[in-house]
């Protein structure tokens, strides 16, 4: 066997497979060590609070929050500009439904340490479409807010290992109760299926061969540990679900350039090909509208019903591709009749393995 590091680049790609079509695929969640002091403006309840609440999936695991903290119990929550993805996601649409599960985050965390979450749009901000102003009030502890933060901390995607059966009618309804009007099962074997598995590999063929969109996900990339540790966000190998031995060759031998190679776009698609073929079904989160209202408000929805999977064993694997074009926006309404927000892949695994990705410490967003 020829040991070249081009030749790992081929076997490896196989693994980090599209990555800068599915902004929140790699979005999971743990804590890792950064040696950095956290603000003297948060009390200790309140940290607390804010790592639980980024631990939100986010489009290349950007992390697009921004806190000002203008009281102990009063914030002002913005997209961090920096942040945004304007290549894959131009209308800002994964980045407000990445808003949207962060607060969704910080309400359960909230209400495990005793306090509701008052939410008040800040009118006249023209720049940022999610600007709130947040309050944390005193409140009642619910008998099921510690299980939330369990939930919170154990979440992740899961793209490998799905297994071929279909959803059972207890798990379907009860996933569909979640969510009634807004959320629905596709299983494998409909033919609305085979339109989201024909589209979704289409649009990531499409984005494989669109540069501005290739050279985004290059540049939110994590390679080696120095990396990691430095910027603390982005797609790391241990996201990319690579075996040990094939993350660390990925690690010391490969930079952005890689991502950016003919082969790796070649195994892009032919893994997108094989993933889609995968899992139970699909499940489609929809929403009232496309305002930015509705789209935070969808985020909070799809971080609900994410955050209670793994109860079921059930894996999600969210590949919202057909749905980062108008084309691919209006196949969907023509299609399912409602305003089609998230689109993910589920299906049942034997094994549900711990989360991996990086999070910023609070001090990095909150200020």
């Not at 910080?106 to 306090?115: E, K, M, N, R, T």
């Not at 609900?304 to 108008?326: G, K």
């Amino acid at each position: 066997m020829n040991w070249s590091r081009r030749h790992f680049a081929c076997l490896c790609a196989k693994s980090v497979i599209a990555l800068g079509s599915m902004p929140l695929l790699m979005a999971c969640a743990s804590d890792a060590v950064a040696f950095t002091p956290e603000s003297s403006q948060l009390l200790s309840v309140t940290r607390d609070i804010l790592r639980h609440a980024a631990r939100a999936p986010s489009g290349h695991n950007s992390q697009p929050w921004k806190l000002l903290l203008l009281e102990p119990y009063y914030w002002h929550l913005h997209i961090a500009a920096t942040r945004r993805l304007p290549a894959v996601d131009p209308r800002g649409r994964e980045t407000l439904i990445s808003i949207g599960a962060f607060i969704e985050n910080l309400c359960q965390a909230a209400s495990a340490y005793g306090f509701s979450v008052s939410l008040v749009p800040l009118s006249g901000d023209t720049d940022d479409s999610a600007a709130y102003a947040i309050q944390l009030l005193p409140a009642a502890i619910s008998p099921m807010a510690k299980d939330n933060l369990i939930h919170i901390q154990q979440r992740r995607v899961i793209r490998h290992g799905q297994l071929p059966r279909l959803l059972s009618s207890d798990d379907v309804n009860w996933l569909e109760a979640q969510l009634p009007g807004k959320l629905r099962y596709v299983p494998a074997n409909h033919s609305e299926a085979a339109l989201l598995r024909e589209g979704t590999l289409s649009a990531t063929v499409s984005q494989c061969q669109t540069p501005s969109i290739m050279n985004e996900l290059a540049h939110w990339t994590r390679f080696g540990h120095q990396t990691v540790i430095t910027h603390m966000d982005g797609l790391t190998t241990a996201a990319m679900e690579l075996n040990s031995v094939t993350a660390w060759i990925v690690d010391h031998f490969y930079d952005e350039k890689d991502v950016l190679s003919a082969s790796f776009r070649k195994q892009t698609v032919d893994m997108t090909a094989q993933l889609v073929n995968e899992g139970a079904g699909w499940l489609i989160f929809s929403a009232h509208g496309s305002s930015s209202k509705d789209l935070i408000e969808c985020g909070r929805d799809f971080q609900r019903v994410f955050l209670m999977l793994r109860e079921r064993q059930i894996a999600c694997h969210p590949m919202s591709q057909l749905l980062e074009s108008a084309d691919g926006q209006q196949t969907m309404q023509r299609t399912f009749g409602v305003d089609v927000q998230m689109l993910a892949r589920v299906g049942y695994v034997d094994h549900y393995p711990a989360p991996v990705s990086v999070r910023r410490p609070v001090a990095w967003f909150a200020r």
